[in-house]
């Protein structure tokens, strides 16, 4: 069985400029994770989905973050316009229903010039 | 706030001793404790848990010990391998919020 997928793996931009991250889950799982990790510290949640709902986007930047997990199945991470603080790995992790067992993909790392 | 600690960023030991890895916590409403396991360049994945109504949970190398009173837990690895070199998290979860909060991780090194 597929893991939880992430693209790109790694991408690199400029400050001002857009970016997108995908994420597909493991097939079956209703609730979605986003996650920001910065160096040296554990990952901090951005948005969590229960299918395709929002129920908790408290951490998430709203002025230049966005995120939507449209037919409840893969997702899309955006910010625009990138800052130089912005770089960071950003990890999707999926569960079965929230409380069970989350897992981890291998994230993307941003790096904003 | 850091809710989660976790004081020591890295931790050496020789293979086949036990490693020892600490974790505290600030919010007595946690009730559900897990260790992950990070390794370069991959997503971090799950290795042991333990509800706070357990002081210990053991899973074949790996056994997990909580004090409440003290809002404090332990991973301990024995015999500790070469595979086991990775950043190792410790997370805890409210029933309530449903929210993950992580520690900011223990680099552990076994030496052969």
């Known amino acids: 069985e597929a893991g939880v997928v992430q693209s790109p793996r790694y991408k690199i931009i400029e400050k001002k400029q857009p970016v997108a991250f995908w994420c597909n889950p493991i097939s079956g799982h209703n609730t979605l994770y986003w996650y920001l990790q910065n160096l040296g510290q554990g990952p901090e949640l951005l948005i969590r989905?229960?299918?395709?709902?929002?129920?908790?986007d408290s951490q998430l930047p709203k002025d230049r973050f966005s995120a939507e997990r449209l037919k409840g199945v893969d997702s899309t991470l955006k910010i625009q316009p990138a800052e130089l603080g912005d770089s960071a790995v950003y990890l999707c992790?999926?569960?079965?229903?929230?409380?069970?067992?989350?897992?981890f993909g291998p994230g993307t790392r941003l790096t904003v010039l | 706030d850091q809710q989660v600690k976790q004081n020591s960023p890295s931790l050496s030991v020789q293979e086949g001793r036990i490693s020892i890895l600490n974790c505290d916590y600030t919010?007595?409403?946690?009730?559900?404790f897990l260790w992950y396991k990070k390794y370069p360049a991959e997503g971090p994945t799950f290795l042991i848990s333990?509800?706070?109504?357990?002081d210990k949970n053991e899973d074949g190398r790996f056994t997990v010990f909580l004090n409440k009173s003290a809002k404090h837990l332990s991973l301990h690895i024995v015999p500790s391998q070469p595979g086991d070199s990775a950043v190792y998290f410790c997370a805890a979860f409210t029933s309530g919020t449903y929210k993950y909060i992580f520690g900011t991780g223990t680099r552990l090194k076994v030496l052969a």
């Open positions: 992790a999926s569960s079965f229903h929230t409380g069970n067992e989350q897992f």
């Open positions: 333990i509800s706070s109504i357990k």
């Open positions: 989905y229960e299918n395709e709902e929002a129920v908790d």
């Open positions: 919010n007595s409403m946690f009730d559900y």
